[in-house]
């Protein structure tokens, strides 16, 4: 214990020391929240739908109504040709059709009925936004899958105006997961082994697995802490908003970290240098990075190209920081995210423990 | 060739059990044999010297009895225990300094002496230490600031953190400047006079003549020689050593057929020794040898002369020189 306690906060100074690490994977952080931010305004969204309505309900009147009362939210109602036709040149964010049965559904006096949204193959997070605004009035007219509820009519105000600050949050949160994850693990394990350290302390009598899991919780509390930051920024700098409870932000964030922390690892096992370490850790993380909802929704993706990403972790961590953070989802809607990342973390730390090399 | 093992029989203390024993070490790597078949012990309160130049398996060697390899064949007890089957027990009785020192980055050296110091059961107080190996004034440097004489004294200071019985030194003075070397000399003396056994690795003969009670000389994975450097030297370069610049047209068997030489080597330059250099000197020096005029156009100066001319007594060096065939620093 001693030892593991010595090695941990050592592997924690020494990342804490390593200045350019650390600014470069917080400092990105913040510059794309900034960027994000300027270019989507930091006072809400401006998004524009087309709808269609092919219900011709009081209810889904009422709906659309409450969509286009959100400040920033454009919204007209057109035929299903003119708006695949504005939609097409993009003229519009996205396309909303409102099925026929709309508001027997919401009178609960007819089958289940989905509102469908077309967006642009040119997909940007003002669409991932949309998604979200889209999806919590929908929430809000389903009555919240308690059929005792009465269905109240919604007001502008309970609606979350989910900004583009409010969006990059979750995203950079789990682009932090995403970076330090790897980057700590992968490198720090290579370059002792690389630096002969490892050597020096199987010298000692202290066990590989002392070493090992002194290293993977010293690596996880940067990533916390450099979350901590990124967070307390957001909030008081950027002004971004959590709609959900800050307790279900974190076991994402841990299951996410172990996971990359688990993925990191797996990479020290293969790579026999820094170099392709830093070239495998660059290969795992950028192509996730754009894959995995962070910047923009992954529905804009080639379907094979989903697949993929929903294999992956980050899909998993991205999709329940959203959730709870900008849907203010209960913990019943990230169980599948946090059984995934779980499964991801077990499984990398394991194979990488029975891979692993000393030299 | 002598064996090492009468010798050492000898030089056993009756009753009590050697510090190091190892018993027929092979350690191969693919093709290449690193470790071929190698014994001996290491007595109780000795620094035991291994003398060979790189690559000839001083480093494989010493890494197995660390527990850091595992050897192909052989034994080895390290103060009573197995290695191979307790390596834990052994580690926390020993203290090891690898040739490459290896530290964690972004480390201080206060740091470094307390992350060491937490991984044994038993450790010296960490002021203790960096008062004796005079690194006060560099308590609170970065590892990757100190010079390459206060790297390798922490890099000791780490090794005998744990107050081992037995500490190994990989190539302690390698690439330092004349005086660093000196000052780790006195530190290792300094390690010797608190009771602790040494083994450590060198290539430089003066080290080896300096500090160690016996000497392994090693050559591709063996043990050519193992005694004190006095008896080495008296068995193995007895005398007085002449060395001079290669002559054409001078070979070593004419060169053997002079009056008093011994042995010739040669190895860039002549080395011939002998235990009576005046006799040699006259006869290389003789203006009408036939080397000596074999490239002159009659008169005037001789081409062939012997340069850089050199008389010695023997050391290590030679040893090795008349062992090998070779000069240690290739």
Known sequence: MKAFRALALNQVRASVRNRTALIFTLGLAVLFMVIFGLLFGGNGISVSFDAVNNDHSAQSDAYLKTLGAIDGVTLHTKTHAAAFADLKDDSVTAVLVVPEGFGAAVARQGPPQQVQIYQSSAASSGAAISDDVVAQVTAAFAGGGSPSVSLAPPQAAQVNQVTAMDYMLPSMIAYIILFSGVNYIAFGLVEMRVGQILRRFRATPVRAGTILSAQVVGGGLIVLLQILVLVLMGVWVFGARNYGSWLLVIPPILLGTAAFVGIGFLITSIAKTTDAARAMAAMVTFPLMFLSGLFFPMTGLPEVVQVIARILPLAWASDALHQVMNNGAGFSAITTDCLVMAAWAVGAIALATWRFRWD | ?330
């Open chain 2, 1 to 330: 060739m002598i064996a090492a093992e009468p010798m050492l029989a000898a030089t056993r203390l009756r009753g009590e059990m050697a510090d190091i024993d190892v018993t027929g070490l092979v350690k191969r790597y693919g093709e290449i044999t690193a470790v071929n078949g190698v014994s001996f012990t290491v007595e109780k309160g000795e620094i035991f010297g291994m003398l060979g130049p790189n690559g000839a398996g001083k480093t494989t060697t010493l890494e197995i009895i660390e527990g850091l390899r595992t050897p192909d064949a052989g034994q080895v007890r390290v103060l009573g225990t197995d290695v191979l089957a307790h390596p834990g027990t052994v580690k926390e009785r020993i203290g090891v300094q690898l040739q490459a020192t290896a530290l964690p980055e972004f480390t201080k050296v206060r740091e470094a002496i307390d992350l060491f110091a937490a991984l044994f059961r038993r450790a010296r107080p960490t002021d203790e230490v960096i008062e004796e190996f005079n690194l006060e004034e560099k308590a609170n440097a970065y590892t990757n600031n100190l010079s390459g004489g206060q790297m390798q004294r922490l890099s000791i200071a780490l090794a005998l953190i744990n107050d081992p019985d037995l500490v190994f030194l990989d190539e302690p003075t390698t690439g330092l400047d004349p005086q660093a070397r000196l000052n780790i000399w006195e530190v290792v003396e300094g390690v010797r006079k608190r009771g602790k056994t040494v083994v450590l690795t060198t290539h430089y003969m003066e080290e080896a003549e300096r500090l160690c009670d016996r000497v392994a000389v090693i050559d591709r994975g063996r043990i050519v020689a193992l005694d004190t450097p006095r008896h080495l030297i008296a068995e193995y370069a007895p005398g007085t050593t002449v060395e001079f610049a290669l002559v054409p047209g001078l070979d070593a068997d004419t060169l053997r057929g002079l009056p008093g030489v011994e042995r010739v080597v040669v190895d860039g330059r002549v080395s011939i020794s002998t235990r009576t250099p005046e006799s040699v000197l006259h006869a290389l020096l003789d203006p009408q040898a036939a080397w000596a005029t074999s490239g002159s156009d009659g008169g005037g100066e001789a081409e062939n002369t012997i340069r850089d001319l050199m008389v010695r007594h023997g050391t290590l060096e030679d040893v090795f020189l008349n062992l090998t065939g070779r000069s240690l620093r290739e």
